[in-house]
């Protein structure tokens, strides 16, 4: 999947990283990739439908919460995972900010990008969840994220997915079908 292979070179960028609470992790999918990267993972989620299913697949641990709220002491996770989670959230910028208040090193970011023919595809599609979404391109959601960081942020790195074609399928064009990023945190801060 070109979603997740973008998401692990971020997950890479911090190599000393041993655990990550993912925001909004519906049935954990995310979260048990990433404890199967080798990360100590714990999702959160608001829906407690989620989290029975999350629990029934197995794998790392759950918590209720709500990613505008959460119940996590400031830097308690190396790292805080937002994936396809911005676009459904009632407050993305307060989850943005509940996120850098839980992570020490850094986040990492995977939203549906605006700019892209799949987005408008679902936009178009009439199907409920696509309607309530918010789609963000690369440029808004790396200024939303400096934003929710404010000195704390060091340096933020987007690329999007594209087709796979030799050598090319992950590149910094606006355009491709979903975006990913991470954030470095400055930790004295």
Known sequence: MLEKALLGRFLDRFPAARCVVELSCGTGHFTRWMAGRGLDAVGVDISVPMLDEALRLGGPRYLAGDAASLPIRDRAFDLAALIATLEFVADPARALAQAVRVARRGLVVGALNRCSLLALRRRL????????????????????????????????????????????RHLPLPWGGFIGMAMHLDEEL
């Open 125 to 168: 599609s009439g199907k409920a969840m696509w309607q309530c979404a918010r789609f963000f391109g690369p440029w808004a959601l790396a200024r939303m994220v400096r934003a929710a960081a404010g000195p704390r942020v060091r340096q933020v790195v987007w690329r999007t997915t594209l087709w796979p074609l030799p050598g090319v």
